[in-house]
């Protein structure tokens, strides 16, 4: 069983910086990619930011030049760096990854989401 746990949310004033973190624990060959996705109220879960194994990411047009998404290869771990926060990125923020795993003989692509985390913009 494979689990993505995420934390670093709060209540941030526009303008400030939060910083989030997702952890993968578990049985797993490798999590590649690793992202991070966001459902705002009333909204559709929204892509947010990936990055690979590599090193090479991709951003949401909403949040490029204001976000950083990272990651620690050998703890498993995502970081998403929000400066310039804004009143519409209040969501709930969603880690993800695509997670390699060997069971009944073979390699298995499988999709897992964390929990989520509650990022508030207000004044």
């Known amino acids: 069983q494979v689990q993505l746990v995420e934390s670093g949310g709060g209540l941030v004033q526009p303008g400030g910086s939060l910083r989030l973190s997702c952890t993968g624990s578990?049985?797993?060959?490798?999590?590649?990619?690793m992202g991070w996705y966001r459902q705002a109220p009333g909204k559709q879960r929204e892509f947010v930011a990936t990055?690979?194994?590599?090193?090479?990411?991709n951003y949401a047009d909403s949040v490029k030049g204001r976000f950083t998404i990272s990651r620690e290869g050998t703890k498993n771990t995502v970081y998403l760096q929000m400066n310039s926060l804004k009143l519409e990125d209040t969501a709930v923020y969603y880690c993800n990854a695509d997670v390699l795993e060997y069971y009944s003989g073979s390699n298995h692509y499988n999709d897992y989401w964390g929990r989520g985390t509650q990022v508030t913009v207000s004044s």
């Open positions: 578990g049985s797993f060959k490798t999590l590649n990619p």
């Open positions: 990055i690979t194994s590599g090193g090479s990411t």
